[in-house]
């Protein structure tokens, strides 16, 4: 429970937008991660979905 499991989760989550993006770094990863976080409970809850979304709404268009 706790940070003990979160730190898990959040690499986790961190690894799967690495592998859309291999050029994030670790700020770029943070403040993914902090922008499509939820607050609760005077805490930040990761959602992975919302940060895969906001990678590849971010990320340039080859449909030409």
């Known amino acids: 429970s706790g940070s003990s499991m979160a730190a ?3 690499s986790g989550i ?3 937008l690495v ?3 291999p050029n994030l ?3 770029a990863i943070h403040d993914l ?3 499509t ?5 005077g ?3 990761v ?3 919302a940060a895969v979304a906001a990678l590849r709404r971010a990320a340039p268009s080859n449909d030409d």
């Open 33 to 35: 991660l902090t922008r």
């Open 25 to 27: 770094d670790g700020r």
């Open 37 to 41: 976080s939820k607050a609760a409970k």
């Open 47 to 49: 959602n992975a979905a």
């Open 43 to 45: 805490t930040l809850q």
């Open 8 to 10: 898990a989760q959040v």
């Open 19 to 21: 592998s859309l993006d």
């Open 14 to 16: 961190a690894a799967l």
